[in-house]
């Protein structure tokens, strides 16, 4: 990946400029303060000193007020010593030096001038003083320290530069690349445009839920766009300091307007693009805000210097951004990079499943379908997942088998072995989880039961039935949604039937259940006595514990809402009961089977849920 060095001295050359200035410094100290430098004498106990005196061994003593310094005379090869001890009141020792005759006489006062007065002032501050400015060029990112915080965070990618990412690397969102594939050769072939009199989108906005693969677009652009690409996050913008964001912004801009044509990249849009008018409810924050204006300003006032600069942004939360950000003349497209059909699964899979080595069984067709509502990012870590599957079970190609596994680690979570049933917890489970897979094979809309199995898996799955749609559906209707429901009660009406009590295991069952059948009365229209109404994401003055905004209704209306709620559930419970009537043999049969073997699926189990009744009622 090739980064355009940003304009400042490399880092070396900082080293190496602040080991110059620090051995220029130690040099200065060096020759004003010799004393700072020069080795201090050995330092000997008085008793030893006037031993050595009384021996004859000193040859000259130079007293102070701190300090006596001494030197004995040389003796043989031994060079003369200057030695120093630490003064006593001893009145005798002047006439002991004159007994011995030794040269005495008061040290020297240190000679100082008004020149090394203020050079003891001055050098100190200075070395210390480009010492901090060095450290701070390297925190701040440049050579001008702490100023430099203003400066753009973005990294820019020269032209030609090899990201490693082309559109022949991005799969499932050929729409949106087909819009980015627009704007990479306008950038290349501007005149056909020109000519015609289309001018460009200023702006790009990639929006989409997390994983869809909104950055992977942005760098196949800067590996396809022979220009100069900007990238950039969100969060980057905003600092502690008033101000930073916006002189960020106006930097970015200005670095982008000198390198004309050039792509800005800005990741995670929300994060200095939200709604200023939310202000009032959740609390305003003025750089956030001033940081959103200048960017207002820059998209707006870039192009009158005749500079092409193409801003792409992303983000996951669209509705949160500032009216004024997505008008016309901003970012005047916004591309919709959803989760990827049935082939656009199959392409993302053959582009991961380059990377590793597959079975010659392995069906690519057949995972994609497995995988309904999976991600770009979903399906790369599922590949990796079956990989690494296959490399802990000491195989040396990845398999169908390992594709399989991988799914139910991540749908259903890992494999709890550890975790034990007793008897009569795990006839409860099979019993559950049949009652989930006779109810849902038997209704409409429900998805192909491809797996039955009793083995604990994630946090608290004691147990899971797995269902897979046959094709990639958009729509559904009353039916079908009543038919989901009562595949999510039956195995709540499975324990009624066998056992005549319920017990705990279908809480996350009820709350499926119950969330689905309000959303069929408050949003999708789906009730005869309420009408086509809908009851929520309603702006009005009322506000949630968690920040949502709910339509207020009346007390009247709202005790109508849990009525047709109830109606719904009560009714899908009874067809789900019904159901599981109707086929009670083959419910203890598989259920039997199911707790012999634990796990069923494949031919096995369709052979066996091919005998399903369907009650007249239902």
Known sequence: MAIKDSPQAPRSRQIGNFLLLLGVGFLLLNLFFPQLFSPRPPQVPYSVFIHQVEEGEVN??????????????????????????TPIFDLELPKRLEAQGVEFAAAPPPRNSWVLNILGWVIPPIVFVLIFQFFASRQAGGPQGVLSISKSRAKVYVEGANTGIRFDDVAGVEEAKAELVEIVDFLKNPQRYIQIGARIPKGVLLVGPPGTGKTLLAKAVAGEANVP??????SEFVELFVGVG?????????????????????????AIGKSRSSAGFYGGNDEREQTLNQLLTEM????????????????????????ALLRPGRFDRQVLVDRPDLSGREAILKIHAKKVKLAPEVDLHAIAARTPGFAGADLANLVNEAALLAARNQREVVTQQDFAEAIERIVAGLEKKSRVLNEKEKKIVAYHEVGHALVGCALPGSGRVEKISIVPRGMAALGYTLQLPTEDRFLLDEQELRAQIATLLGGRSAEEIVF????????NDLQRATDLAERMVRSYGMSKVLGPLAFEQKQSSFLTTNGMMLRAVSEETAQAIDREVKEIVESAHQQALSILK?????????????????????????????????????
């Open 229 to 234: 690409f900007f990238s950039i996050s969100g």
């Open 300 to 323: 707006d006032g870039f192009d009158a210097t005749g500079a092409t600069v193409i801003v792409l942004a992303a983000t996951n939360r669209p509705e949160t951004l500032d009216p």
């Open 500 to 507: 005549g009590t319920i017990t705990t295991g279908a809480a």
């Open 246 to 270: 916006s002189a960020r912004v106006r930097d970015l801009f200005e670095q982008a307007k000198k390198q004309a044509p050039c792509i800005v990249f800005i990741d995670e849009l929300d």
């Open 60 to 85: 000259r003593v130079y007293i102070s007020q701190d300090e006596i310094l001494y030197q004995l005379k040389p003796k043989g090869d031994r060079p003369a010593q200057v030695l120093a001890t």
């Open 582 to 618: 109707e086929n009670r043999d083959l419910l203890e049969a598989i259920a039997q089977k199911l707790l012999e073997k634990e796990v069923i699926e494949g031919e096995e189990l369709q052979e066996l849920l091919a005998q399903v009744k369907t009650p007249a009622a239902a």
